[in-house]
């Protein structure tokens, strides 16, 4: 009986310690993610390239405008952090699908603008928005 309880035991120990994996572990991975990728990015020196192909992009300024409006309005966003974007991005896109748009627009065989369309089929527009803000912050906010 003993043996059977401490079975028990161990079974409940586990499943609360799987669940809890479960559901911190994401957010720590992601929020890691990105702050690697972002540091990544300001070290090369490929922010800059980032922001200069930003803003001599007409379609880019759009969404740039539309976030700096968004962020002045103080507007109730799905998310506010890069980690949460990167979540939600992840969860709705898909890993698979974000690492085939990666390797699409490094090897050439993707442009921006199928990235943005991906983007908009997969996220709603509270979720584009949030992400373009995210984006704003990140690459004007924090130079």
Same mark, same amino acid.
């Given at each position: 009986?003993? +043996? !059977?309880?401490s079975?028990?035991?161990? !079974?409940? +120990?586990?499943?609360?310690a799987g669940?809890g994996?479960?559901?911190?572990g994401p957010? !720590?991975s992601?929020d890691? @993610?990105v ?5 990544? !990015?300001?070290s #090369? *020196?490929?922010?800059?390239k980032v /922001?200069?192909? /930003?803003? #001599?992009?007409?379609?880019? %300024? ?6 700096r /409006?968004?962020?002045?309005?103080s507007q109730?966003?799905?998310? =506010?952090?890069? *980690?949460?974007?990167a *979540?939600?991005v992840?969860?709705?896109? &898909? $890993?698979?699908? @974000?690492?085939?748009?990666?390797s *699409?627009v490094e090897? &050439?065989?993707?442009?921006?603008e199928? /990235?943005?369309?991906? @983007?908009?089929?997969? %996220? #709603?527009?509270?979720e584009?928005?949030? @992400?373009?803000? $995210?984006?704003?912050k990140?690459?004007?906010k924090? =130079?």
């Amino acid at each position: 009986m003993r +043996f !059977l309880m401490s079975i028990i035991i161990f !079974l409940i +120990f586990f499943s609360f310690a799987g669940i809890g994996v479960y559901i911190v572990g994401p957010d !720590l991975s992601t929020d890691r @993610l990105v702050a690697e990728a972002t540091e990544k !990015l300001r070290s #090369n *020196g490929q922010m800059e390239k980032v /922001v200069e192909y /930003v803003e #001599n992009d007409p379609q880019m %300024l759009e969404y740039i405008e539309e976030a700096r /409006v968004a962020e002045e309005e103080s507007q109730a966003l799905p998310f =506010q952090t890069t *980690g949460d974007a990167a *979540g939600t991005v992840i969860k709705k896109v &898909g $890993i698979t699908d @974000l690492a085939k748009m990666k390797s *699409g627009v490094e090897d &050439g065989t993707m442009s921006a603008e199928e /990235v943005i369309k991906k @983007l908009e089929e997969d %996220l #709603n527009e509270e979720e584009l928005l949030a @992400l373009k803000v $995210i984006i704003y912050k990140e690459m004007y906010k924090q =130079q």
